[in-house]
């Protein structure tokens, strides 16, 4: 029931908010567009956005990604019976294939 109430009431407010904008009775709280005579507006009210002024180069956007490039994998290792490589601490899944893996 309460649930229902508040969902009624959000119901309500938003209703009031769209018979307002679609009668020119916007309340004054919500600002619809920047004001005309605001330093950054142009063409009548749209503000510029900040953009680069070149395209970043092949090398320097390389340079910068550095930290995203793959890894070394340190944690492999030879299983002891079929002698495949296998994550450390892990049960080699070509063992549990054939049937043939130890307990852990």
Do not use: W
Request: net charge positive; glycine share 4%.
């Amino acid at each position: 029931l309460c649930v229902a109430r508040a969902s009624t009431d959000i119901m309500n407010n938003m209703l009031q908010l769209f018979r307002g904008i679609l009668f020119n009775n916007v309340p004054k709280a919500l600002p619809i567009a920047p004001p005309s005579n605001h330093p950054l507006s142009f063409f009548g009210g749209m503000i510029l956005m900040a953009v680069p002024k070149k395209r970043t180069s092949y090398s320097r956007s390389r340079l910068r990604n550095t930290h995203k490039q793959l890894k070394n994998i340190h944690n492999m290792e030879p299983c002891p019976k079929c002698r495949t490589m296998k994550l450390r601490h892990h049960i080699c899944m070509s063992c549990v294939k054939a049937g043939t893996f130890a307990q852990l």
